[in-house]
């Protein structure tokens, strides 16, 4: 379970598959110095919502030391997609758990493949 710091009030966990594409498409905003709106469930069932401005100290803290981050193409510009929408980015209950599992499926297919 990886952890999302924005500036010093904001910690969202998330798993570190969710969390390394949610820093990603943060990242591609910011690189263009565009704000995101970015939604969340707490643990308690509250929907919390923060604008995360360019300016603002983001740290992503993984749980496991993976380098290179295997990143999926589709849900880099589904969660790009919402980014740039009116709603922003929402990490609904639902959605997470979509990415989770996809992070699953893509994990267990990279050590099924034969090394060489």
Avoid: C
Wanted: hydrophobic residues 45%; proline residues 5%.
């Amino acid at each position: 379970m990886g952890t999302l710091h924005l500036g010093r009030i904001t910690r969202i966990d998330l798993s570190d598959h969710v969390l390394a594409h949610l820093h990603a498409v943060l990242i591609a905003k910011f690189r263009v110095h565009e704000p995101v709106l970015l939604g969340w469930t707490s643990p308690d069932g509250r929907h919390d919502e923060v604008l995360v401005h360019p300016t603002q100290t983001v740290l992503a803290t993984y749980d496991q030391d993976e380098e290179p981050r295997r990143l999926d193409r589709a849900w880099l510009e589904r969660l790009m997609r919402a980014a740039n929408g009116v709603a922003g980015l929402q990490l609904t209950p639902e959605l997470v758990a979509e990415l989770d599992a996809a992070g699953g499926a893509a994990a267990d297919a990279a050590t099924s493949e034969p090394a060489g």
